[in-house]
């Protein structure tokens, strides 16, 4: 079935950096989600996006999607402690059913204070 | 406005033992999906319903593990018998089924030991 990329899998950082992950496909997708998951609780939705190119905020996060369809990042600025968790992609796309979303693996993300 | 609301949070049992999951999803949406999280596969679809009825249930891993939906307001996910290999969380998600919206939301989850 499809696969999202999603790099770097861990990132190690200073509070106050800002931050950049990203998911790659092979073939094309038509909404992209981010969530992100804190520890014993389940994924929580950050951003979507329905439309190549879009550009969306969502306070300190700011989300793509590629304008290939076959992309997107997250960039979240000036880091805070509470922004550790793991952060997921996640894709729909025809191939896959209109009611299916194909998951990333996840970028771990570490803020040393 | 309540999200997804699963239970147990946490269930231990011993290999053998039948296993019930619950899920009440959020109140007006009409899809549920049931997935499985571990360390090795990430997050996987078992099977998910649309208006009460299963779609897909091509993830189900084997026919130990069976999903209802009786109403629109519950679900379950049961694991008849359990084994060692089912450890995982499980999480229920739901969403409302128009064109062009496929946000899920997700329930906090249920971890499921297996020993």
């Known amino acids: 079935g499809q696969q999202l990329n999603q790099s770097p899998q861990s990132m190690f950082i200073q509070e106050g950096e800002d931050v950049s992950m990203n998911c790659t496909s092979s073939?094309?997708?038509?909404?992209w989600l981010w969530y992100k998951q804190e520890p014993g609780e389940g994924p929580v939705l950050l951003i979507a996006?329905?439309?190549?190119?879009e550009l969306t905020s969502n306070g300190r996060l700011t989300a793509q999607f590629g304008i290939t369809r076959k992309d997107s990042f997250l960039n979240i600025s000036a880091s805070i402690p509470s922004d550790v968790g793991i952060y997921f992609c996640?894709?729909?796309?025809?191939?896959?059913?209109?009611?299916?979303?194909?998951f990333g693996q996840g970028t771990r993300l570490t803020i040393n204070p | 406005d309540a999200g997804v609301i699963q239970s147990p949070r946490h269930e231990v049992t011993e290999m053998g033992q039948e296993v019930t999951l619950r899920c009440k999803p959020i109140?007006?949406?009409?899809?549920l999906f049931w997935y499985r999280q571990t360390m090795m596969r990430g997050l996987e679809l078992l099977i998910y319903?649309?208006?009460?009825?299963?779609?897909?249930d091509s993830g189900m891993p084997e026919d130990r593990f069976s999903a209802k939906m009786p109403n629109a307001s519950f679900s379950t996910l049961k694991i008849q018998p359990s084994e060692p290999r089912d450890s995982a969380v499980y999480f229920c998600?739901?969403?409302?089924?128009?064109?062009?919206?496929?946000?899920?939301?997700f329930g906090p989850g249920t971890r499921l030991t297996v020993t």
């Open positions: 998600a739901s969403r409302v089924a128009t064109s062009g919206s496929y946000e899920q939301y």
């Open positions: 996006l329905y439309k190549a190119g």
């Open positions: 109140s007006g949406h009409n899809s």
């Open positions: 996640a894709g729909q796309s025809i191939i896959q059913g209109a009611q299916k979303l194909v």
């Open positions: 073939s094309i997708f038509n909404t």
């Open positions: 319903f649309n208006n009460n009825v299963p779609i897909d």
